[in-house]
Structure formats: structure tokens, C-alpha cells
């Protein structure tokens, strides 16, 4: 927790003359009674490209600091414009407030501002040279940008945690239930999945095997069996057999004559009479 809060910070004279005087009214907040006192300090930036252009502007030391609310005017000097590079006077910039105690920052509030001369047409058209008494300089006051550090203050309670505070209980965890235990049950699901997949992945191709196997035996038997109720093996029959089918071809003959006689008797005996009359 912080000792020293800032409650606010008010820019005075906005907009400015470039070469005016920066001036803050900062309100703060103390929760207990300090030993040393707070420096304040307002940098601006000179340029985007180096911070060697930087310019400490002013410092204060505000101290002995009571206990509760505060509010003090912080002023200070206007940039040495000889120590910012002349493309850099124009436009867009950077000035921070600063505060420390016992040499540890603890808040920094951070202003855009923008430099621009006060006609439009040296805007539209600058001279090479800038013009410094032309320049005129608007901080965004409403947006500012607040950072906050964590520092030690006067007693050692203070000091924010350097290392994760100790957790003895975890210590009385077995390691296997604390770290990987999650990571461990998802490898044996994913390899208990694999193995699954690769015995329905068997089980398929051997069922598919089967029935290859059971239809071309089911084919092959079929083929068998035409084999032998199709096929007539001529050089097989013997002379024996071959007089016996003359001699029954012989018998056949006189009989089917026989027959063909008789059937022609029952025709001649039931063919219709015609009557005259």
C-alpha cells in the first residue's frame, strides 16, 4: 500500500507562450507521518528520437509532509530551446511529472503537448529557422497518462515482495498429485483411444478377409459343381457302353413306331362323323 496518494494535478496556465512558465497545482494525500521529504520533478522531452534532448526542467522537495490531504503549487522554467534539435520544436511532445521518496519513484503523470505557432499562416508554411516568441504550447491536460510504482517507505513492513511469499502446505503434497497428474490422464485416455482404434481397425480387416474367403470358397464350389453336372466326358465312355446305347437307340425306334400306330388307331377311332341330312 502506498503511503503518499495523488489525488490530482491541475495545469495552471494552459495554453501557454512557449517560453512560459509551467505551472502545477498537485494535490496529494499522505496516510502516515514521513521521515524525509517528496521530491517532485518535470522533464520535458525534447525529442522522439533520443533522450539525450531531455531537459529536468525543475525540481522541489515538499517536506516535513503532515498527515492527511496537501496541495502546493509546483512551477517551473520554460525548455533551453539551444538543446532541442529545431525540427523538433514544432508539433507533438512529452512532459513528466515525477515523485520520490528517498530516491524511489513512486508516481509519474505523463502530459502530450503540442507546439504550434499562433497564426495559420506560418502553420501552413514554417520558416526553416523557428520562430520562438511565435510558439505556442497547449498541454492535453485532460488526457494524462499515471503510472504507479510499489517502493518501500520508512519501515521494512512496507517493501513490496521481492520473491513469491512461501507456501509451506504445498510442500506436504505429493509431487505426482500436484504436477503433471492432469497431464498423465490425458496421455493414457489418447493412448487408450489409439489402441481402441487399432484393434476396431483389425477386427474390420479380419471380418473383411473372412468374407473375401467365404465368398470365393462359395464360388469356387459352385464352379465344382457345374463342373460336374455340365460337363460330358466323351473319351471316357468305353466301347461296351456305346453298343449298348446303339442297341437302345435300336429298341427305341421299333417301339416309338409301335406307338405311333396305336396313336393313330385313337385318332381314327374318336374322329367325328359328319351326319347329312
Not at 502506498?2 to 509551467?22: E, H, R
Not at 520562438?132 to 517502493?151: C, D, H, Q, S
Not at 505429493?174 to 498423465?184: I, L, M, R, T, V
Not at 468305353?238 to 425306334?253: A, C, Q, R, T
Request: proline share 6%; glycine share 6%; aromatic share 6%.
Amino acid at each position: 500500500m502506498s503511503v503518499v496518494s495523488l489525488l490530482g494535478v491541475k495545469v495552471v496556465n494552459n495554453p501557454a507562450k512557449f517560453t512560459d512558465k509551467y505551472e502545477f497545482e498537485i494535490t496529494f494525500e499522505c496516510l502516515e507521518p514521513l521521515e524525509k521529504d517528496l521530491e517532485w520533478k518535470l522533464t520535458y522531452v525534447g525529442s522522439a528520437t533520443s533522450d539525450q534532448y531531455d531537459q529536468e526542467l525543475d525540481s522541489l522537495l515538499v517536506g516535513p509532509i503532515p498527515v492527511g490531504v496537501n496541495k502546493f503549487l509546483f512551477e517551473a522554467e520554460a525548455p533551453n530551446t539551444t538543446r532541442i534539435p529545431d525540427a523538433d520544436i514544432l508539433g507533438v511532445t512529452v512532459v513528466l511529472l515525477t515523485c520520490a521518496y528517498d530516491g524511489r519513484e513512486f508516481v509519474r503523470v505523463g502530459y502530450y503537448v503540442n507546439n504550434e505557432y499562433d497564426s495559420e499562416e506560418l502553420n501552413a508554411e514554417p520558416p526553416t529557422k523557428p520562430i520562438i516568441e511565435r510558439v505556442r504550447r497547449n498541454v492535453l491536460a485532460e488526457k494524462p497518462r499515471v503510472t504507479r510504482f510499489a517502493i518501500k517507505w520508512d519501515s521494512e513492513a512496507s517493501a513490496p515482495p521481492e520473491f513469491p511469499p512461501e507456501q509451506p502446505e504445498a510442500d506436504l503434497v505429493a509431487d505426482e498429485d500436484e504436477y503433471g497428474a492432469e497431464e498423465a490422464e490425458e496421455e493414457a485416455a489418447e493412448e487408450a483411444a489409439a489402441e481402441a482404434a487399432a484393434k476396431e481397425k483389425g477386427e474390420d480387416s479380419e471380418m473383411a478377409g473372412v468374407e473375401s474367403e467365404h465368398q470365393n470358397g462359395h464360388h469356387d464350389h459352385e464352379e465344382e459343381e457345374m463342373s460336374e453336372d455340365g460337363s460330358v466326358d466323351i473319351e471316357g465312355e468305353s466301347d461296351d457302353e456305346l453298343e449298348e446305347e446303339e442297341e437302345g437307340e435300336g429298341e427305341g425306334e421299333a417301339d416309338g413306331d409301335d406307338d405311333a400306330m396305336e396313336v393313330d388307331d385313337a385318332s381314327a377311332a374318336h374322329k367325328p362323323v359328319t351326319v347329312m341330312s
